[in-house]
C-alpha cells in the first residue's frame, strides 16, 4: 500500500460534548473543531478515549460519527472514525457507517478484555479490513487494552506490511516500538499518541500526534513544532517541558473533566463526563486553571 497523503500533522482526539440533559451536543461539537481547525488541526479522531468511547451507547457512538460528518466546512479537515469494539461484528457496523458518511480513515484498539493472542488480533483487523474498503489504523494502547503487541510475531508483522494497516497511533511510551515500526514498514503513517512525548516520537520519525490535550493546547504544539522544524531543539525541549506540566496537572484533576473544563473557560461549554469520572472541585479547576495559563 501507498503510504496515505495529507494525513501527518496535528488530529484532535475529539471529546464528547453533553448538553445540560447529558445528550449528545452536536453544536458543541462543531465549535470545538471550529476552534481547533483555526489553531492549526489537520483533522479529527472521532470517538475515540478522549470521547468516552466505552462509556457510549452504541447509537451515542454513531450520533457523533455522523455529526462529525455534518460539520458546516467539512472539506477542510480529516475524519478518522474510531470502530473499537469487542466483537469484529460490531466493529464492522461502524465501519461501514464511516465508509457510508465519507472518513479518510478508521482506527481501531486491539480487541480487549479477553487476551486475545496476536493471531486472533491480526484476523481482527483483516476482517475489519476486507468488510469496508478504508484506510484502517492500529491504535496501540497497551495501558488501556491490557495488551502488548508483538511486533516480531508473524501475524502482527503481517497486517503491518501487507496493506491491511494503514498506519499506526502509538499510545505508549515505548517510543523504540515505534521506530521499529516505522522501520519495518515505512509507508505506514505514524503519529504520536502520548502528548507528553510528543518531540520524541517526531524525532523518532513520527508523522504527527493524535493527542487529548489539542483540545485547548494546540497552540502551544504548533510552536513544538515550529522549533523542530527550525532545529531548535533547546527551544523545542522547553515547550514540550511546559505542555508536560499541563498535562501533569490534567491528570492529577482527571484528564478528560480538566480537557473539558478548560474548554469552557475557552467559551465552548462541553458539559461534564460521565460516570464514573469525577465532577472537578472549585479548587481542582482553579489549579488546572493556573497551571494552563503559566505554560501557554
Known amino acids: ?39 492549526g488541526a489537520a483533522g479529527f479522531l472521532v470517538g475515540g478515549s478522549s470521547a468516552e468511547c466505552p462509556l457510549l451507547t452504541h447509537q451515542e457512538r454513531e450520533e457523533g460519527l455522523v455529526a462529525a460528518s455534518q460539520y458546516a466546512e467539512r472539506a477542510r479537515t480529516k475524519l478518522m472514525a474510531s470502530v473499537a469494539a469487542l ?23 486491539v480487541p480487549y478484555y479477553y487476551k486475545f493472542g496476536m493471531k486472533a488480533i491480526a484476523g481482527y483487523f483483516r476482517a475489519l479490513r476486507e468488510a469496508v474498503d478504508l484506510p484502517l489504523f492500529l491504535y496501540n494502547f497497551p495501558g488501556n487494552t491490557g ?33 521499529r515500526i516505522k522501520a519495518m514498514n515505512p509507508e505506514l503513517v505514524i503519529y504520536g499518541g502520548f502528548d507528553e512525548v510528543y518531540i520524541g516520537a517526531r524525532i523518532l520519525g513520527a508523522d504527527g500526534a493524535i493527542g487529548s490535550t489539542f483540545n485547548f493546547t494546540l497552540p502551544l504544539f504548533t510552536k513544538i513544532e ?48 460521565r460516570a464514573p469520572f469525577p ?17 501557554m
Not at 150 to 170: F, N, P, S, Y
Request: net charge negative; proline share 2%; charged share 20%.
Open 279 to 295: 465532577t472537578l472541585t472549585d479548587e481542582q479547576k482553579a489549579y488546572v486553571e493556573k497551571i494552563v495559563a503559566e505554560n
Open 147 to 179: 495488551i502488548e503487541i508483538d511486533i516480531a510475531d508473524e501475524h502482527i508483522r503481517g497486517i503491518l506490511t501487507d496493506g491491511t494497516i494503514a498506519g499506526v497511533k502509538q499510545t505508549s511510551l515505548n517510543l523504540h516500538q515505534m521506530e
Open 226 to 273: 515550529a522549533a523542530y522544524a527550525a532545529h531548535d531543539i533547546p527551544l523545542a525541549q522547553e515547550l514540550q517541558r511546559r505542555a508536560n506540566n499541563i498535562m501533569q496537572a490534567c491528570v492529577s484533576c482527571s484528564l478528560f473533566p480538566s480537557i473539558k473544563h478548560m474548554l469552557y473557560t475557552q467559551g465552548i461549554d462541553c458539559g461534564g463526563c
Open 1 to 39: 500500500m501507498k503510504k496515505m497523503e495529507n494525513m501527518g500533522g496535528f488530529f484532535v482526539a475529539a471529546i464528547t460534548p453533553f448538553d445540560a440533559q447529558g445528550k449528545f451536543n452536536a453544536k458543541a461539537l462543531h465549535a470545538v473543531m471550529d476552534k481547533t481547525i483555526g489553531e
Open 87 to 109: 466483537s469484529t461484528e460490531e466493529a464492522i457496523a461502524y465501519a461501514k457507517l464511516a465508509k457510508e458518511l465519507s472518513y479518510d480513515a478508521m482506527i481501531s484498539t
